[in-house]
């Protein structure tokens, strides 16, 4: 594997991919001299001087880095990225299979972000096999702490919060749901907002509907199916026709949340995706029997 590039090595080798001389690039904050200096490691470029030869070779700070890196991350947004592609039905063993991944960086590396992502995922695993919100609050705890502190949530704020909505009270849910959602469209610009919106409404779905709030489910489940649309991502979207389902089997609305159910399975059977196809079959008993309805 090649060796990493400096940032301005990776600039000429983008400058020369995309035929442009260094003249050519020439503005009156970027001149000739300092140009060459950048390419041959002989300046450290400040952060404006970076971006002013980015615009000018017609390309983005985020495309240089990745070219820089030999087409690759490191380690840590490898691990993020990761996180961030887990199944929403998260099944136990790619879990625990990230939760060690996590484990061995930290052995290396004590990185906050990694700490709160592996305690996100302990939490997950608990509250999937236990449903006890109290135990999966506590592994969770101290990202609350950190976070309630701030007046606003970036982007990675904004993702850990969508996986641990749980260590709310119920009373609190709402408030920060709210926030949430007001909070995750100043990214509307962002790289993958519409997954992380997508992600953070089925969330905010199913805590509510295990806070017993089933009447407040319905408008993230429809935003989440609408984004699943719009980003063609198939088994999110008939993920949340389930979810659909039950909300219209809650409000009485028998006949159409059978069917809309029996269309969810009749997906994940026609995928082969027999564990989703299993966990939905049970999910939608275990609803039955949270709010007490007979079929």
Sequence with gaps: ????????????????????????????????????????????????????????????LEEVIYYQHNYSVDEKQKLIYEFRNLNNSIYKDPINKLISDLD???????????????????????????????????????IWQRLEKQDEWFHHDILILAHIIFVFENETLEIVANKLMSEIDKFSYFINYKRLKMGLVFNLALFLKFADRMDKTIDYIEIGIQLASD????????L?????????????????AKSLHQTALSFFKFIDDAEMYKDLKNDWKKFHKQFQIIE
């Design 1 to 60: 594997m090649n060796e990493t590039k400096t940032i301005g090595e990776a600039l000429r080798d983008i400058r020369k991919i995309k035929g442009f001389t260094q003249n050519e690039i020439v503005t009156t904050n970027l001149s000739r001299s300092t140009i060459a200096k950048i390419e041959t490691n002989l300046m450290n470029p400040t952060y404006n001087r970076i971006l002013i030869f980015c615009k000018q070779i017609n390309v983005s």
């Design 104 to 142: 061995d960086f930290l052995q290396k590396d004590n990185d906050l972000q990694i700490e709160e992502l592996k305690a996100i995922l302990k939490a997950i695993s608990i509250f999937t096999e236990t449903e006890s919100v109290d135990l999966a609050r506590k592994e969770v705890g101290f």
């Design 231 to 238: 980003i063609d991502n198939l088994p999110i979207k008939y």
């Design 240 to 256: 949340g026709y389930h979810r659909k389902a039950e909300y219209l089997q809650y409000i009485g609305e028998r006949e159409q």
